[in-house]
């Protein structure tokens, strides 16, 4: 060939967000790399435009603009390889080390690339071959994904009574606001009291006073959020999706589409409620096509904060990704005591990602120093810094509660509640690891904390040992005249790598 397409930078310019969108494409949807690779583009042909006036050749520009694009889009992910990596006690791993040695890789590639006599074009050739095939690889794993999934449509969908709820609703005398605010990783009293040697009962006692019903034997039914939330808020148990996608299945969609498009929304709508929808950053619960009302604070979502942590943005990440992340959820604590001024009744959805990691408060609600961002791993043996995360949240759910019940005319139904516990545990005890947990790590991760406000005399149908996938049976027995019958408080454990594995633990964690 005498002349070589100059696309190599184009396609460099998306393969990293499309090789880490195959590689997560159960977790995150597709319009969440669209405005990444748009920018990636957009910077690609702006490199090339500049560069290829400046070197008066596309070909040796197009060699740069990939140049850049690879290393720009390889440095989180060589950071990542080597940061425990040390020789005689000296530590490769770090920005101050990686960043110059990236600096003069490019600067030395630059200079070659301009001083070279020769055309190039055979070189630019093969980083044709090899984005095409970076790329169709990609595209590959992605449609193997999309083939194997299954919609709620395509599974069983287990009790068909929960599925005619709203039909099934009688003359309704409640008109007050229902919140349902998940508290993510948010365990109980006694957990925090054993593996963090933190007595949470200061808030306990505060939400007693306030009128809250707080289940001190509360389990999660799902060690993991995206199978707790589908149960929770469709009111069932969720074991079915493994027949349906397959027990070793890695694909989330059935569940997620539970999530987004639930039992408990769709018969709150059908009474005159309006959904309002508060953003979290995560999967299903980022954004939802049914909300009536959307709050959203904060950039980004989990999908961009993990590829700005693959690219050569790194160092910066703590600007880039903390601040942003923070903002997130100051806003939602914000907007949640701010939403009962909205006119009409209202189903208030917010999944806040605090306590969980990655940890950006201290417990006054000051930006943390030198904190690790990242979500799983051993950043859940940070025990000091997960204490600081229930202290701020302590903080900001008092005040929101204030708010809320001092603005609502209707008094209101709040469910606090957390989706699973911690992990502290799992970090420590490796050997056994998220495969293998002993009874200790299993109590752990499976008890919540989990609150009621009940209005009118609802507490007394609660009960200390209640699990999520009972928490709307009961709202709507009380407040809408329902008879649902109370199902099993069954916990379910399994790990990130075989989520639909299910064993029943609850005897260990009762």
Same mark, same amino acid.
């Given at each position: 060939?005498?002349?070589?397409?100059?696309?190599?930078?184009?396609?460099?310019?998306?393969?990293?967000?499309?090789?880490?969108?195959?590689?997560?494409?159960?977790?995150?949807?597709?319009?969440?790399?669209?405005?990444?690779?748009?920018?990636?583009?957009?910077?690609?042909?702006?490199?090339?435009?500049?560069?290829?006036?400046? *070197?008066?050749?596309?070909?040796? @520009?197009? =060699?740069?603009? #990939? $140049?850049?694009?690879?290393?720009? !889009? &390889?440095? +989180?992910?060589?950071?990542?390889?080597?940061?425990?990596?040390?020789?005689?006690?000296?530590?490769?791993?770090?920005?101050?080390?990686?960043?110059?040695?990236?600096?003069?890789?490019?600067?030395?590639?630059?200079?070659?690339?301009?001083?070279?006599?020769?055309?190039?074009?055979?070189?630019?050739?093969? *980083?044709?071959?090899?984005?095409? @095939?970076? =790329?169709?690889? #990609? $595209?590959?794993?992605?449609?193997? !994904? &999309?083939? +194997?999934?299954?919609?709620?449509?395509?599974?069983?969908?287990?009790?068909?009574?929960?599925?005619?709820?709203?039909?099934?609703?009688?003359?309704?005398?409640?008109?007050?606001?229902?919140?349902?605010?998940?508290?993510?990783?948010?365990?109980?009293?006694?957990?925090?009291?054993?593996?963090?040697?933190?007595?949470?009962?200061?808030?306990?006692?505060?939400?007693?006073?306030?009128?809250?019903?707080?289940?001190?034997? &509360?389990?999660?039914?799902?060690?993991?959020?995206?199978?707790?939330?589908?149960?929770?808020?469709?009111?069932?148990?969720?074991?079915?999706?493994?027949?349906?996608?397959?027990?070793?299945?890695?694909?989330?969609?059935?569940?997620?589409?539970?999530?987004?498009?639930?039992?408990?929304?769709?018969?709150?709508?059908?009474?005159?409620?309006?959904?309002?929808?508060?953003?979290?950053?995560?999967?299903?619960?980022?954004?939802?096509?049914?909300?009536?009302?959307?709050?959203?604070?904060?950039?980004?979502?989990?999908?961009?904060?993990?590829?700005?942590?693959?690219?050569?943005?790194?160092?910066?990440?703590?600007?880039?990704?903390?601040?942003?992340?923070?903002?997130?959820?100051?806003?939602?604590?914000?907007?949640?005591?701010?939403?009962?001024?909205?006119?009409?009744?209202?189903?208030?959805?917010?999944?806040?990602?605090?306590?969980?990691?990655?940890?950006?408060?201290?417990?006054?609600?000051?930006?943390?120093?030198?904190?690790?961002?990242?979500?799983?791993?051993?950043?859940?043996?940070?025990?000091?810094?997960?204490?600081?995360?229930?202290?701020?949240?302590?903080?900001?759910?008092?005040?929101?509660?204030?708010?809320?019940?001092?603005?609502?005319?209707?008094?209101?139904?709040?469910?606090?509640?957390?989706?699973?516990?911690?992990?502290?545990?799992?970090?420590?005890?490796?050997?056994?690891?998220?495969?293998?947990?002993?009874?200790?790590?299993?109590?752990?991760?499976?008890?919540?904390?989990?609150?009621?406000?009940?209005?009118?005399?609802?507490?007394?149908?609660?009960?200390?040992?209640?699990?999520?996938?009972?928490?709307?049976?009961?709202?709507?027995?009380?407040?809408?005249?329902?008879?649902?019958?109370?199902?099993?408080?069954?916990?379910?454990?399994?790990?990130?790598?075989?989520?639909?594995?299910?064993?029943?633990?609850?005897?260990?964690?009762?």
């Amino acid at each position: 060939m005498k002349k070589s397409l100059t696309l190599h930078p184009f396609l460099f310019a998306i393969a990293p967000i499309l090789f880490l969108f195959s590689y997560n494409v159960g977790e995150v949807s597709f319009s969440d790399i669209v405005i990444p690779s748009l920018v990636s583009l957009g910077a690609a042909l702006v490199l090339l435009v500049l560069s290829g006036l400046i *070197l008066k050749d596309f070909v040796k @520009a197009g =060699v740069f603009v #990939s $140049l850049a694009l690879i290393l720009f !889009y &390889s440095y +989180g992910h060589v950071y990542g390889i080597i940061s425990d990596w040390r020789i005689a006690g000296f530590a490769l791993g770090k920005n101050k080390y990686l960043f110059p040695l990236w600096g003069i890789i490019f600067i030395f590639g630059t200079y070659l690339i301009y001083r070279t006599k020769f055309t190039l074009r055979n070189l630019a050739s093969l *980083l044709n071959v090899m984005a095409v @095939a970076s =790329v169709v690889i #990609s $595209l590959f794993n992605v449609g193997v !994904y &999309s083939l +194997g999934t299954g919609t709620v449509s395509q599974v069983k969908t287990g009790d068909e009574r929960v599925e005619t709820a709203a039909d099934r609703t009688a003359a309704v005398s409640f008109d007050g606001d229902i919140y349902y605010i998940i508290l993510d990783g948010y365990a109980n009293a006694a957990t925090l009291q054993r593996e963090f040697n933190f007595d949470d009962q200061t808030f306990i006692d505060y939400l007693t006073q306030k009128g809250f019903y707080v289940a001190s034997e &509360s389990r999660s039914n799902y060690a993991l959020t995206f199978l707790s939330l589908a149960s929770s808020l469709n009111m069932k148990f969720v074991n079915y999706l493994a027949e349906g996608v397959g027990g070793n299945s890695l694909d989330r969609k059935a569940a997620y589409d539970l999530i987004t498009d639930n039992e408990v929304m769709k018969s709150l709508k059908s009474h005159g409620y309006k959904f309002v929808h508060f953003s979290s950053g995560w999967g299903p619960t980022d954004k939802n096509r049914n909300a009536d009302v959307s709050f959203k604070s904060g950039a980004g979502n989990e999908f961009l904060m993990i590829l700005i942590q693959t690219t050569i943005l790194r160092p910066l990440e703590k600007y880039l990704v903390g601040d942003f992340a923070r903002k997130k959820i100051l806003g939602a604590f914000e907007g949640l005591a701010e939403v009962s001024k909205i006119e009409g009744k209202k189903f208030v959805f917010a999944h806040i990602n605090c306590p969980h990691p990655p940890y950006l408060f201290g417990a006054n609600g000051e930006a943390t120093s030198g904190a690790l961002l990242a979500m799983s791993g051993d950043v859940w043996a940070q025990t000091q810094n997960y204490v600081n995360q229930v202290m701020f949240v302590n903080g900001k759910v008092e005040k929101m509660v204030d708010e809320i019940l001092a603005n609502s005319q209707v008094a209101p139904i709040i469910i606090l509640q957390g989706d699973h516990g911690s992990a502290s545990l799992f970090s420590i005890n490796k050997e056994l690891g998220w495969e293998h947990p002993d009874e200790a790590m299993l109590e752990e991760r499976m008890r919540i904390f989990n609150a009621y406000y009940f209005p009118n005399g609802g507490d007394s149908v609660l009960y200390p040992g209640i699990t999520p996938v009972n928490t709307f049976r009961l709202v709507f027995n009380k407040y809408f005249n329902t008879d649902f019958e109370l199902l099993d408080d069954i916990s379910y454990y399994s790990s990130y790598e075989e989520p639909y594995v299910l064993k029943d633990v609850t005897a260990e964690v009762r």
